[in-house]
């Protein structure tokens, strides 16, 4: 299966501590998304990539959060100094590149669970 | 608030029997809108994607439907099955790819 792999799948660390996650998008895929889902509630968009170019970053993501997708390949998401808030389901998706229609259907990973002690 | 509200938030249905989930979106421009079934502990997976100019997509079991003139939109499962448990989400998608999701409808399907 070459689907969106995301790893790891848990992550248990302490308040204040740095987080690291990666994602491996679907080969052909050149679009790239990060999104926050917290339970009970739909995925919140976070950013995306086109290529290694970041090209959008919402409001939710703060200083403390950083994103990169050096080769345009896989791409991490770092948490800095993690806070309670921060517990969440950490969710990646891929896509072809869309022609600013939004019809590229988004492909996720079964996302990165961070729990904050 | 939220620009896709969806309902119930929660159902609990008899195996064999039919249900309908329900989206309403205020999503404008639109370019499609998107039904996610999404399992405890895993990415959501779709299951149809409409643009604007479609009223109906199935998928095997899963039949959705839209009106955009109402920004409505409904998802159908006929004959669930105890692997149809899961929250569905339904998202839109405004004209430059921008996703909206919903919070999800809970589905609960017993024996």
């Known amino acids: 299966d070459t689907g969106v792999s995301q790893n790891p799948r848990h992550k248990i660390t302490k308040r204040g501590q740095n987080v690291t996650f990666r994602c491996d998008p679907i080969?052909?895929?050149?679009?790239l998304y990060w999104y926050r889902q917290t339970l009970g509630q739909g995925p919140e968009f976070l950013t995306y990539?086109?290529?290694?170019?970041?090209?959008?970053k919402s409001r939710l993501l703060s200083d403390r959060f950083s994103a990169e997708r050096p080769k345009g390949s896989f791409s991490t998401l770092e948490i800095q100094r993690t806070e309670q808030g921060d517990s969440a389901m950490y969710l990646c998706?891929?896509?072809?590149?869309?022609?600013?229609?939004?019809?590229?259907?988004?492909?996720f990973g079964d996302g990165t669970r961070l729990s904050i002690l | 608030k939220n620009q896709v509200e969806q309902s119930p938030q929660s159902l609990i249905i008899l195996e064999g029997k039919n249900c309908t989930l329900q989206?309403?979106?205020?999503?404008?421009?639109?370019?499609?809108l998107r039904w996610y079934k999404q399992d405890t502990g895993r990415g959501p997976v779709s299951l149809t994607i409409?643009?604007?100019?479609?009223n109906t997509k199935s998928n095997g079991r899963y039949t959705a439907t839209l009106d955009a003139d109402t920004k409505q939109s409904s998802l159908h499962i006929t004959a669930s099955q105890l692997s149809d448990s899961a929250s569905y989400i339904c998202?839109?998608?405004?004209?430059?790819?921008?996703?909206?999701f919903g919070a999800g409808t809970q589905v609960v399907v017993t024996p």
């Open positions: 998706a891929s896509s072809k590149e869309d022609r600013g229609f939004g019809n590229q259907p988004q492909h």
């Open positions: 080969s052909e895929h050149n679009r």
């Open positions: 990539f086109q290529n290694e170019a970041q090209l959008e």
């Open positions: 989206c309403n979106y205020t999503v404008s421009p639109f370019s499609n």
């Open positions: 409409m643009t604007f100019s479609e």
């Open positions: 998202v839109v998608s405004g004209v430059w790819g921008k996703l909206q």
